[in-house]
């Protein structure tokens, strides 16, 4: 079974499941790799803070486990 990012994550933990995930977070303008708040912020804070769509970011991060 792939493995599920979920919004309670950290960037961090995200980017540790796989790198890539630094390129779709890009996309969204989120430049988390370098943050400090990368290892505490959860996505959904993040993403709220920024006025994003978390569906459609979780979507886009879970997409890369697809394959």
Do not use: W
Not at 12 to 20: A, C, H, R, S, T
Not at 25 to 53: K, P
């Amino acid at each position: 079974m792939a493995p599920k990012i979920t919004r309670d994550m950290t960037f961090y933990q995200v980017l540790e499941m796989n790198p890539e995930a630094a390129k779709v977070l890009e996309q969204f303008n989120l430049n988390c790799v370098g943050c400090l708040g990368a290892t505490t912020e959860s996505i959904a804070h993040s993403v709220r803070a920024n006025g994003l769509d978390l569906d459609e970011i979780l979507a886009a991060l879970n997409a890369i486990f697809e394959n």
